[in-house]
Nanobody, 124 residues
Framework: QVQLVESGGGLVQPGGSLRLSCTVS????????MGWFRQAPGKEREFVAG????????TYADSVKGRFTISRDNAKSTAYLQMNSLKPEDTAIYFC?????????????????WGQGTQVTVSS
């Protein structure tokens, strides 16, 4: 059974940075496109960033473009989300997800596997 475990969340001041990690076990990371989503209280889960299974083509939500960077290291079975210039509106639980397709869809319904989430709080 494929399992995803996120880490790296925490409390950070506005303008600060965090790097989230998503480690995959029970499967091979290179078999999946990967996505990061977030969910704030009272809001729906939203797509943040995705990276293709091959060629590392990246897509981003407009709200994070230029501030966040998604990457993957198949040898380490880990995907990352580098978050810079964080804003209070970035506060949410962040989830990584894996899908058995070449490209990462923006719809959460299409993903096969999910992590448990990690809390990111941006506040002074």
């Amino acid at each position: 059974q494929v399992q995803l475990v996120e880490s790296g969340g925490g409390l950070v001041q506005p303008g600060g940075s965090l790097r989230l990690s998503c480690t995959v076990s029970g499967g091979t990371l290179s078999d999946y496109a990967m996505g990061w989503f977030r969910q704030a209280p009272g809001k729906e889960r939203e797509f943040v960033a995705g990276i293709t299974r091959n060629f590392n083509i990246r897509t981003y939500a407009d709200s994070v473009k230029g501030r966040f960077t998604i990457s993957r290291d198949n040898a380490k079975s880990t995907a990352y989300l580098q978050m810079n210039s964080l804003k209070p509106e970035d506060t949410a639980i962040y989830f990584c997800a894996a899908v058995s397709s070449p490209r990462p869809p923006s719809s959460s319904r299409e993903y096969n596997y999910w992590g448990q989430g990690t809390q990111v709080t941006v506040s002074s």
